[in-house]
């Protein structure tokens, strides 16, 4: 047998010491995945959230960094396109990331959890709100939003009992997000009386509805639901009343943004979204809005998701003392996290214990609560 070669000893060490030092390097850091959208028609929603999350890192840093390492966030933008997700995650797999928060859209989510389950990453959503996100049992996926089947509940009650709606239309964008979101206002306005005279999925690159929009005048409608995205929701509005309709448009979350009112214009009357408290009003939120503002600008509506759905991984990390999904898991089930947005909770299933959806409508330009 040949002996093997031996490096001189000082060689040898030179070697060792690289060695050390690429592993050193290695070990002093911890990878986080920031998974969403960040171009496309979704874009600037997508990229607010991922702004959030990144001052949650930041400050996580400045303390130290999270179990003796610096966090360094490794971003991917699924462009809101489920395959596109797919491809994202498996990416962030090999990169070594410890746990992933995102995706944004539903139809991402869901697609991009069958990899990181496959791969035991933990991962949790800032603004998935499709029940099936959390309905097929996988132990290590959470959210840190509510549920479609809990926002369209407060939408169709809203329409029924408020608004005084007998006949209404839904519409949506054939996404799981949006279609999801319309049928549950469908089933349950039905549940509660009233009629959807039409029901009907718009493609997602329509930006002409003035066919749709008269059969939801035909089908006797006295408000119309959109289940879809911002970008859409504005067009379809100016065309809802540039048709002379003055018919109430309630949609959802994906709706609340700041493009929708640059739109929509002078005509985002009779508007009534489904949403979350106005974190704008509560003083845990100032410090981080004001960091936020100072270093990008205006936040977006998952700003501060993102940046709680951070810090609750983090802590969770933390009290685990590992990165490791299931030990994490376990922590995120078991405590309540104090955050900007109250106290937050996971049931079984990985969704939050209390949601607090609230309707807000446009005044002088701007979203605010509705009155109750």
Not at 302 to 315: D, K, P, R, T, W
Not at 346 to 359: A, M, W
């Amino acid at each position: 047998m040949k002996s093997p070669v031996k490096a001189p000893f000082p060689i040898l060490c030179l070697l060792l010491a690289l060695g050390a030092a690429g592993c050193q390097k290695s070990d002093s850091t911890l990878k986080i995945g920031l998974a969403g959208v960040q171009t496309g028609s979704d874009g600037q929603i997508g990229t607010t959230m991922f702004y959030g999350s990144q001052i949650a890192i930041d400050e996580w840093n400045e303390k130290g960094g999270l179990l003796g390492k610096k966090i360094v966030a490794v971003s991917r933008d699924d462009e809101g396109k489920p395959n596109q997700a797919v491809a994202v995650a498996q990416e962030l797999v090999s990169e070594g990331v410890a746990a992933v928060i995102g995706h944004f859209n539903s139809g991402c989510t869901i697609p991009a959890s069958e990899i990181y389950q496959q791969n035991g990453i933990l991962q949790i959503t800032p603004g998935s709100t499709n029940p099936t996100v959390t309905e097929r049992g996988f132990r290590s996926l959470f959210r840190i939003v509510g549920r479609d089947d809990q926002q369209g509940v407060v939408a169709a009650r809203y329409a029924r009992d408020t608004l005084k709606a007998g006949t209404i239309a839904v519409l949506h964008n054939k996404t799981a997000y949006g279609q999801g979101l319309a049928e549950e206002v469908k089933k349950t306005f039905e549940a509660l009386g009233g009629k959807v005279g039409f029901f009907a999925g718009i493609s997602g690159e329509e930006m002409d509805f003035r066919a749709t929009l008269s059969a939801v005048r035909a089908s006797g409608a006295q408000a119309v639901f959109w289940g879809g995205m911002y970008g859409q929701a504005g067009p379809l509005l100016v065309q809802l009343r540039d048709g002379g309709s003055d018919m109430p448009f309630l949609s959802g979350d994906g709706t609340i943004m700041q493009e929708f009112l640059n739109t929509a214009g002078n005509k985002a009357s009779g508007v009534y979204l489904t949403f979350g408290p106005d974190f704008q009003q509560i003083p845990a939120a100032k410090g981080f809005l004001e960091k936020y503002r100072a270093r990008f600008g205006p936040e977006g509506p998952y700003s501060i998701y993102g940046y709680e759905a951070a810090n609750v991984l983090f802590q969770a990390m933390a009290a685990a003392g590992t990165t490791e999904a299931a030990k994490v898991a376990e922590v995120l089930r078991s405590k309540t996290f104090e955050t900007s947005l109250g106290p937050v909770s996971f049931d079984e299933k990985g969704d939050l214990r209390q949601t607090n959806y609230i309707i807000w409508t446009v005044q002088d330009g701007k979203f605010v609560p509705a009155a109750p």
